[in-house]
């Protein structure tokens, strides 16, 4: 089978480790495949060197024409059977393009309950004959495109992201002793309103108001254009000696393997692929209630009701109280549950079914 991966961008989010993994894995099972994205440099690349990766350049609306060209040409040079778009900008210029080429089957997904507001919900919904499957990543995901009008019952379906078990181990050494005045948080996401990384500071700041857990460190890992506002918080509420910013870094399983925490702030997500992550290498998750978050967590680690600092702050202060025994026990349920139901091999099978229309 060929299989065209478009995408909006190969920045450093979720959703572009997403479609890099499921190149590689659908090239392992014997399939030609090729990567396309729209804009911007290259930050994460699928691990294979023999997939090709192809800029479109569509970097503002005045170059929409020359894109297209790109993209009829890759069409009708690499004649795909499927051609998979991720993300809203993606889709909707997969979309739009079926008036010009043709393709024998196109699938769109979308990362998220919020792509963007009205403009881009309704450009979904003027949109929806043009896509033979539309797809999110979380139940809670597809239920707001459906109270947004951007597509009906019938139009949208839940595919779950998968993460490789093989990269993100559960730490075989993981220590469940842990010393609870020098104790591991750990954060992950680019520094993006959605992340809502104010808030988990302010928490953390309120956290630090109890002198028996003054010695601990949280390690944020992303970059962004709010770098310069979160420093600037930190410094505002006296947290230079707690909160280190690691900017980019390729040692996330290492890092997830070490936390005894992984805390994830955020004011809304479509599925968190990073929680999956944090609970398979066997940290101790504390998460918003944010999109598809509680589908992912089931009924481990603790969830609180986003924008909320104080309870936040609450839920730190009862996962650092809970005892060796209770965090591990946890924490090997969390990760059986991402092994049942969020391992990469089981997103591919499921993808494959839907190439095949089975």
């Known amino acids: 089978m060929k299989i065209l991966y478009l995408t909006t961008s190969l920045g450093g989010g979720g ?13 392992e099972k014997g399939h030609q495949v090729v990567i396309a994205y729209l804009t911007r ?58 008036f010009f080429v043709k393709i024998p089957r196109l699938i769109c997904t979308a990362h998220s309950n919020n792509e963007g507001g009205r403009v881009r919900m309704l450009a979904y919904r003027l949109t929806n004959g043009l896509s033979e499957v ?12 459906q109270k947004q009008g951007a597509a009906t019952t019938n139009q949208i379906q839940t595919v779950y992201n998968g993460i490789d078990l093989e990269r993100y181990t559960f730490g075989s050494q993981k220590n469940f002793e842990m010393d609870k005045k020098n104790l591991q948080f750990l954060a992950v996401g680019r520094f993006h309103e959605a992340k809502d990384y104010p808030n988990l500071l302010h928490a953390i700041a309120i956290f630090r108001q109890h002198p ?33 910013l690691l900017g980019r870094r390729d040692d996330i399983p290492q890092l997830m393997q070490e936390a005894d925490f992984f805390i994830l702030s955020s004011a809304y997500e479509g599925f968190s692929l990073v929680v999956a992550e944090a609970m ?12 598809g978050v509680p589908e992912v967590m ?7 009701p ?53």
């Open 15 to 27: 959703a572009e480790k997403v479609v890099c993994d499921l190149a590689d894995k659908m090239y």
């Open 41 to 98: 440099d290259i930050i994460v690349r699928p691990t294979c060197n023999e997939i090709q990766l192809i800029n479109l350049d569509l970097n503002s609306p005045f170059q929409m024409t020359n894109s297209f060209k790109k993209y009829k040409s890759l069409i009708l040079e690499f004649q795909p059977n499927i051609v998979h778009a991720h993300m809203v900008h993606a889709n909707i210029f997969a979309r739009l393009c079926r």
């Open 134 to 145: 539309l797809t999110n990543v979380s139940d809670s995901a597809c239920q707001s495109f």
């Open 212 to 244: 028996q857990h003054k010695e601990y460190i949280l390690n944020v890992v992303g970059d962004g254009e709010l770098r310069p506002q979160i420093e600037e918080l930190i410094e505002h509420l006296g947290l230079k000696d707690n909160v280190t």
């Open 280 to 291: 398979a290498c066997g940290a101790f998750v504390i998460a918003t209630n944010s999109g």
């Open 298 to 304: 089931g009924d481990t680690g603790i969830l609180i």
């Open 306 to 358: 986003p924008q909320d600092s104080k309870a936040l702050a609450e839920a730190i202060k009862q996962a650092v109280s809970k005892t060796p025994i209770e965090i591990q026990e946890n924490n090997l349920k969390a990760r059986k549950r991402v092994e049942e139901l969020f391992s990469l091999e089981k997103s591919v099978e499921n993808w494959l079914k839907i190439y095949r229309n089975e």
